[in-house]
């Protein structure tokens, strides 16, 4: 490493909070980019599972796209446990409208709640060890290690080394979906 580079490390280190350093690795966005206002900016970023799986050389570009892409669609989907108010529902003064007493998604959300049982179908269901993999790392941004710990797999603990085997299958497996998905 060079001294420039654990300068620079250093500095981040020193800048971050704490609380946000117990929460996994952060590093600067290489390139400059305009913010929400237009000035120019090097915000930070945080490493995900995925992106620290890629520069191990554990999985392909392609496969961590295929997550990226499920990732995406997963949002898309309202599927995540935690959620904000949805303030486009809101109404000010006059009564809601309602289409029975449960929230009906759109049709946007809908069709990514279909890519995504998709997917999920693809790489073997949701109560393979493939599915719930993807679903709570991928999906609900866990930890691997959190996932082998308390979710494992039908009830089973499972070691950090093979929840890592099961993840790369999974996103193996995905790519193949996708990849499929896009020739028809």
Same mark, same amino acid.
């Given at each position: ?18 609380? &946000? ?32 799986? #890629? ?52 049709? &946007?959300?809908?069709?990514?709640? /279909? ?26 941004? &866990? ?17 950090? #080394? ?10 193996? /497996? ?11």
């Amino acid at each position: 490493m060079t001294r420039r580079k654990r300068d620079r490390d250093a500095v981040a280190r020193d800048i971050i909070s704490l609380e &946000r350093q117990q929460h996994g690795p952060v590093e600067l966005v290489p390139a400059i980019i305009a913010d929400a206002a237009g000035r120019l900016a090097r915000p930070y970023r945080a490493i995900d599972t995925l992106m620290l799986m #890629e520069r191990r050389g554990s999985i392909t570009a392609g496969m961590r796209q295929a997550g990226e892409d499920f990732r995406r669609r997963f949002a898309t989907a309202q599927l995540d446990p935690l959620r904000a108010l949805d303030i486009a529902r809101l109404t000010l003064g006059g009564k809601p409208e309602r289409r029975g007493d449960e929230h009906v998604p759109g049709l &946007r959300a809908e069709a990514a709640r /279909a890519a995504v049982w998709r997917a999920i179908r693809a790489v073997g269901g949701i109560a393979s060890p493939a599915g719930s993999c993807l679903w709570h790392v991928v999906g609900w941004e &866990r930890s691997l290690k959190e996932w082998a710990q308390e979710q494992g797999w039908a009830g089973r603990r499972v070691s950090q #080394e093979a929840a890592a085997g099961i993840l790369i299958a999974a996103l193996g /497996a995905l790519e193949t979906h996708f990849r499929q998905k896009k020739l028809r």
